[in-house]
């Protein structure tokens, strides 16, 4: 599986952007999608996270309320609208899939994530 994300920028605080994820190759359509970020620290955070089966969403605390995440009807492309935008959220976003689970909410941890797109740069100044 491939992932391909896209639509980083440099924005003002307030402001929104939406990152898309788009996935391809075996079993695209069974996939568990999230998202993470990484700030200045060694870690990478769990942002939101979306599941193939149930389509259930859940969210880091962080941007519970700000951010949506979804996914298209095929569901091999999944999407990060981030809205209200603030300068701590700034960091490089990943996103990342698994493949074939049933779990009705995705995981939190990286390491429970199998593919990795590159990094999409968001830069958000007050």
């Known amino acids: 599986v491939q992932l391909q994300a896209s639509g980083g920028g440099s924005v003002q605080a307030g402001d929104s952007v939406r990152l898309s994820c788009a996935s391809s190759?075996?079993?695209?359509?069974?996939?568990?999608f999230a998202w993470f970020r990484q700030g200045p620290g060694p870690e990478r955070e769990f942002v939101a996270a979306?599941?193939?089966?149930?389509?259930?969403?859940n969210y880091a605390e962080a941007v519970k309320g700000r951010f949506t995440v979804s996914r298209d009807s095929a569901k091999t492309t999944a999407y990060l609208q981030m809205n209200n935008l603030k300068p701590e959220d700034t960091a490089v976003y990943y996103c990342?899939?698994?493949?074939?689970?049933?779990?009705?909410?995705?995981?939190?941890?990286?390491?429970?994530?199998?593919?990795w797109g590159q990094g999409t740069l968001v830069t958000v100044s007050s």
């Open positions: 990342a899939a698994r493949i074939g689970h049933s779990a009705w909410y995705g995981p939190r941890g990286a390491a429970d994530y199998n593919y």
């Open positions: 979306i599941t193939w089966r149930a389509g259930a969403r």
């Open positions: 190759g075996r079993s695209a359509g069974q996939t568990d």
